[in-house]
Structures are given as C-alpha cells and as structure tokens.
C-alpha cells in the first residue's frame, strides 16, 4: 500500500494568475492535468493511478471564481463546494442542487473540493451532476481559438459520455456553471442511498417539476450511481408531463426507469439492489419536488 502523505512522482507545476495563460499552458502540454480541490486528483497521484507529466493550478483564476445568484445563478468550475452549501438562496430556490453539496462526503472535502472538480471526475454517482442536469444547467466551456479565449456552452444532460470522460476536448477547461432561475410553482429534490452518510451513492435520484395547479407543468429527471454516466428518466418524464399529480400516477410511471438504467455490481452495491431502488428514490424525489412546488400529497 503506497503511503499516501507522499507524493511518488515528478511533475512540473504551473500556477497561472489568468484563463488565457492556463489555456495557453494546456495547449503546450497536452499530457498536463488540472489541480483544482485535489480531492480525487492528489490520491490518484499518491497511489500512483494517474503519473502526469505536469500539473496546472487553476485556483488562482478570477474568471474560474465567479459566483453570483442575481437572475440566475453562475458558478465558476474552481469554486468550492462550500460556498454553495452556505449560499440560503441555493437552500431555497436551487434545492437539488443544495441537498446534493450537503450530501456529498464530508465537511474538509466540501471545503476543498471545487464544483468544477467534482463533475470533471466523471463518476456515474458524482451528487452534483444530477441536480444540475434536471435544474437545466449548462457547462460553460473554455478553450483557444485564434490563440484567444473562445467560449462554448453544453448542456449538463450531454456534459458526460461515461465513466471518468466528459465533452471536454484537450486543451479546454470548465469555466463556469449557469443555472436557469427556477419559476415560481417549482421544486426540485436530491436523495441517494449509500453504505454510509459520508460514501458516494449506490444510486440517485433528482427530480425537478412545475406545477400548474393539480398538474405536471413540466418534469425533468435524473438517476446517478446506475448507469455509465448520469442519465434522464426520459421516458418517466414523458409519462408524468401534462398529467394530474397523484401518487398512484408517479408510482406507477416510475417503474420506467427501468428502461433509462444499466445498473453493474461493484464494491459499493449490487446490479439488483440498484434497479430495485432506483424507482424508490426517484418516486420519493418527485413527491417531495412537488410539495416543494406547493402541491400537496394526499395518500
């Protein structure tokens, strides 16, 4: 077992103060990798899983720390995670999103952990990445074009191809988050199962609905931890979109989870229990998101 307060490995370490120098950096060093947090990048190094040649700090960058909840919220890819958790308005009006920061590991790492870094790593059970995807967020990405700093945006639902691989092409880098304002008459929810309160989840479930009086205005949803990468319930949603709200109705759409999941067996959980609870958490998600929305629940 490799000891862990070292680091094993040569690397050359750049700080740059400006996105256009760190792009600059990424473009002359393609074999680089970016040091946000360090939370997942610093083990990987110390157990000598990942061997970079070079490493780029990007937390001195102002355009990476933008933070800001004025007719939207916009979140830049090096802010830590604990400025979501003690934001009120995420508490409020980005819920989801919120529970997510709060669920996820434990107080040091939301301390050093970035956003950015947290979808970056690309696991199918990353908490953030659901509550983003049905939140409607988009990726705000960074790169060269014309040796100038060229922007393009991607929605979260697109943002991940599988296991540890994002849209991200070499050389660019997650530049900031942006969060459509959430409409009165909506709610929006996070829950997930895990071995113990600090763990990643065996799976989970995001739900995000508008209500227009006893009905589905509009419903976006997301299960993590049960597939390669984070994925919408479309065909739940298409059930649920337009309908009356009851319970029976979201009990009885959730069962088309099914056909959005592939669940596998890991340390974590087995294949069986995530299919059988992957409704139960997504059906407990929409029934809170829609109390939150003001409806009520009547059993």
């Known amino acids: ?18 996105l256009q120098e760190a792009l600059e950096l990424l473009a002359r060093l393609p074999a680089a990798r970016v040091l946000a947090g360090g939370t997942d990048l610093l083990i990987q190094i110390k157990t000598g899983e990942t061997k970079p040649e070079a490493v780029v700090q990007v937390l001195d960058i ?29 508490a409020s009006r980005y819920t989801a999103l919120h529970e997510a920061v709060r669920a996820l590991a434990s107080v040091q790492i939301r301390t050093m952990a970035t956003l950015g870094g947290n979808l970056c790593n690309a696991s199918p059970s990353a908490d953030t990445s659901g509550p983003l995807i049905v939140l409607g967020a988009e990726a705000e990405i960074a790169g060269l074009s014309g040796g100038k700093v060229a922007l393009r945006h991607v929605e979260m639902a697109g943002f991940f191809t599988g296991p540890g691989a994002t849209v991200l092409e070499p050389g660019e880098l997650l530049a900031a988050l942006h969060v459509p304002e959430p409409p009165s008459g909506s709610g929006s929810a996070f829950l997930k199962l895990g071995r113990v309160t600090l763990d990643m989840a065996k799976v989970s479930a995001s739900a995000y609905v508008e209500r227009d009086g006893n009905h589905l205005r509009a419903v976006r949803l997301a299960v993590g931890g049960a597939a390669p990468r984070p994925v919408r319930a479309l065909q739940v949603e298409e ?38 609870m992957a409704p139960v958490v997504l059906r407990d998600a929409i029934l809170t998101a829609w109390r939150r929305a003001g409806g009520e629940v009547k059993e």
């Open 239 to 276: 059930a649920l979109s337009g309908a009356a709200f009851s319970p029976s109705a979201v009990q009885k759409a959730v069962a088309l989870v099914q056909e959005s999941i592939s669940p596998i067996d890991d340390v974590r959980s087995t294949a069986e229990y995530r299919r059988l």
């Open 1 to 18: 077992m490799p000891n862990t307060r070292l680091i094993p490995a040569r690397f050359t370490y750049h700080r740059p103060a400006r």
């Open 62 to 90: 102002p355009e990476l720390a933008v933070f800001r909840t004025a007719g939207g919220l916009v979140v830049g890819g090096a802010v830590p995670l604990y400025r979501l958790e003690e934001e009120k308005l995420l």
